[in-house]
């Protein structure tokens, strides 16, 4: 037995590597684009949901004084 590798095993890993780390950058940039597109959409529904609380507040606002008004 020899400790000899054959040079196409360790070609192949060495391209492996090589391609991983040339992807990596591109990888983690997408998730933070990703990421950062979900907390944008969580903001709007949130924004979206309070103006639609505060409306309902001044539906209950003005139904009151037209009461007020009329009684």
Request: aromatic share 2%.
């Amino acid at each position: 037995m020899g400790d000899k590798v054959n040079s196409q095993v360790t070609d192949a890993v060495t391209q492996t590597n090589v391609k991983v780390l040339g992807e990596s950058p591109a990888q983690s940039l997408s998730m933070v684009y990703q990421t950062m597109a979900h907390s944008l959409s969580l903001s709007m529904q949130n924004a979206s949901s309070t103006q639609q609380q505060m409306q309902q507040i001044g539906n209950a606002i003005v139904a009151k004084a037209v009461k007020n008004i009329m009684g």
